[in-house]
Structure formats: C-alpha cells, structure tokens
Nanobody
C-alpha cells in the first residue's frame, strides 16, 4: 500500500511563500492522480490542486495563480508551491493519492499545518 508523508508546513506572514512536499513510498499500485487538500477548523476538506498521471494539473479558484503543484517522479514526491499566501489559506494541508484500487482519493497523508498571519 502507498504511504504518504507530508512536510514543509509552518507559520508565515501574509504575502509569503511555503513549499509543501509529499513523499510516497514505492509501490506497485498505479496512481491515477495526486492531490493536495486543505481543511480549516470547522470547514470541510477541499481539493486545492491535483496532478494527473498524464501530468495535467488543476486548481481551485481560490488558489489559481498563486499555488503550483508539481512532481518529481524519480523521487516519488509531489510538491505544492504556495506563493502570496493569505490568512484564509490557513489550514491543515493533506496530500492524497487516487489509486486504481478504488474510485476517488483513497490514500491520505497525516497532514501538515500551514498558518498565515496577517
């Protein structure tokens, strides 16, 4: 089974940048896509960025133009570069994998806290 480990969260001032990393253990299970989700206190978990096996990317409107998802296939790692951060970006960020085993994102990391101060 795939295991995901996030890193790179922290505290940053508004307008600053952070880069999150998600390292995936080696696996024989095929992955359709990798995604970054976030969940703020009292709110639902939302998908903010995804990258498909083909390399195509997608973003939520709230982060489009500020966040960039990328991957390093050789390192089995997915990144989320977050620029021009805003206080409303404060949340726990989760990396997830959409494998061929089931429909939807079925493997989750433990999450990493991102806090943006105003």
């Amino acid at each position: 089974q795939v295991r995901l480990v996030e890193s790179g969260g922290g505290l940053v001032q508004a307008g600053g940048s952070l880069r999150l990393s998600c390292a995936a253990s080696r696996t024989s299970v095929s992955i359709n896509a990798m995604g970054w989700f976030r969940q703020a206190p009292g709110k639902q978990r939302d998908l903010v960025a995804s990258i498909a096996r083909t390399g195509s990317t997608a973003y939520s409107d709230s982060v489009k133009g500020r966040f960039t998802i990328s991957r390093d296939t050789a390192k089995n790692t997915v990144y989320l570069q977050m620029n021009n951060l805003k206080p409303e970006d404060t949340a726990v960020y989760y990396c997830a994998a959409d494998t061929v085993v089931t429909l939807g994102y079925d493997i989750w990391g433990q999450g990493t806290q991102v806090t943006v101060s105003s």
